[in-house]
C-alpha cells in the first residue's frame, strides 16, 4: 500500500514514516520526498497530482499541535486540510486518515478552543470524505506524543493521563489505516 504522510518531519511524521516503509513524506521542512507548504501547495502541478495518483491512503498529520497557538493557526490549518482533502478527492485517494484529539470534544470542564474547534473540522472533513462510494475517511483522536519520553515524567498528571507510546501511535494509525497491527 502506497502512504502519503503530510508532516513527515515533525514529531508524530518521522514516526510513521519508520514505521510505514515505502511511505512518501510531505512536508514545508527539507528531508521530505515532497517539501511544500500546504498553504502554497499547487495540487495542480504534474509531481503533485501523479503523488496524489499513486496514494492509497493520506495520513494528515501536518498542523500544529499546540493546544494554544493563536487561532489564525489552527484557522489555517482548517483551510489547508480542506485543500488537501478536496485534492484527495479529486484525485481518488480511496483513504484518508486525520488527526484528531480529545480537545476536539472537551469533557473535563476545559472550553472548547481553536485549537479544539480544528480537530472537530477533521472529524467531519474525514466523515465527508468517508461519505462518498468508494472512499474512507477516517478522524484518529491521538493522545499526548510528547517529543522525548523524559517529558512525561515532568508533565502535569491531566497531560500523563493522555500519553500515547510509540507503539500505541503507530498501532492506531495502522488500524485506521486498516492494516493489521
Not at 93 to 122: C, H, M, T
Not at 145 to 154: F, K, L, M, N, S
Request: with cysteine.
Amino acid at each position: 500500500m502506497t502512504f502519503l504522510v503530510t508532516g513527515s518531519e515533525g514529531n508524530i511524521g518521522r514516526r510513521l514514516m519508520a514505521a510505514l516503509p515505502g511511505a512518501v513524506g510531505l512536508d514545508v521542512r527539507p528531508g521530505a520526498d515532497i517539501v511544500s507548504d500546504l498553504a502554497t501547495i499547487d495540487y495542480s502541478s504534474a509531481d503533485i497530482r501523479e503523488a496524489l495518483a499513486a496514494t492509497e491512503a493520506l495520513v494528515h498529520f501536518a498542523t500544529s499541535a499546540d493546544p494554544d497557538a493563536p487561532d489564525a493557526v489552527h484557522w489555517h490549518a482548517v483551510a489547508n486540510s480542506a485543500r488537501l482533502v478536496a485534492a484527495c478527492a479529486e484525485a481518488g485517494v480511496p483513504r484518508i486518515v486525520l488527526a484528531s484529539s480529545a480537545w476536539a470534544e472537551p469533557r473535563d470542564g476545559r472550553p472548547q478552543n481553536a485549537y479544539g474547534g480544528s480537530k472537530a473540522v477533521f472529524e467531519a472533513l474525514a466523515a465527508m470524505y468517508g461519505a462518498a462510494p468508494g472512499r474512507d475517511g477516517v478522524a484518529l483522536r491521538i493522545g499526548w506524543v510528547p517529543g522525548h519520553v523524559d517529558e512525561v515524567t515532568a508533565a502535569p498528571e491531566w497531560l500523563r493521563a493522555s500519553y500515547w507510546d510509540d507503539a500505541r501511535l503507530i498501532a492506531a494509525v495502522r488500524a485506521a489505516l486498516g492494516l493489521s497491527t
